[in-house]
């Protein structure tokens, strides 16, 4: 059974700091490109970012390059995603998700579709 459980979350002020963690059991993170995505009240749930199988390459959305960084330690089966510089633009629920790994092209997407194990989710709220 594949589970996926998300933790860190919390509230903080605009510019501080939250680190994320995902545990995942019943399959091999490093087998499986890991990501995050989010979803704000009312909105669609986006794509932050993800590491790929390998931990080689890492991907951001626009709007959180420079100040997140994700990461993963296979011996703890775990991801992690550290968020710096918070906005209150980054209020949301934060999801793990996890996609076999597939060969990463010019043509790779990084969709909600795209990943195939889903986490319950952390809720982080960024509020002066």
């Known amino acids: 059974q594949v589970q996926l459980v998300e933790s860190g979350g919390g509230s903080v002020q605009p510019g501080g700091s939250l680190r994320l963690s995902c545990a995942v059991s019943?399959?091999?993170?490093?087998?499986?490109?890991m990501g995050w995505f989010r979803q704000a009240p009312g909105k669609e749930r986006e794509f932050v970012a993800v590491?790929?199988?390998?931990?080689?390459?890492?991907y951001f959305v626009d709007s959180v390059e420079g100040r997140f960084t994700i990461s993963r330690d296979d011996t703890k089966n775990t991801v992690y995603l550290q968020m710096n510089s918070l906005k209150p633009e980054d209020t949301a629920v934060y999801y793990c998700?996890?996609?076999?790994?597939?060969?990463?092209?010019?043509?790779?997407?990084?969709?909600?579709?795209?990943?195939?194990?889903w986490g319950q989710g952390t809720q982080v709220t960024v509020s002066s």
């Open positions: 998700a996890a996609r076999l790994a597939v060969v990463i092209t010019g043509s790779t997407t990084w969709t909600k579709a795209d990943f195939s194990s």
């Open positions: 590491i790929s199988g390998s931990g080689r390459y890492t």
């Open positions: 019943g399959l091999p993170i490093s087998a499986y490109h």
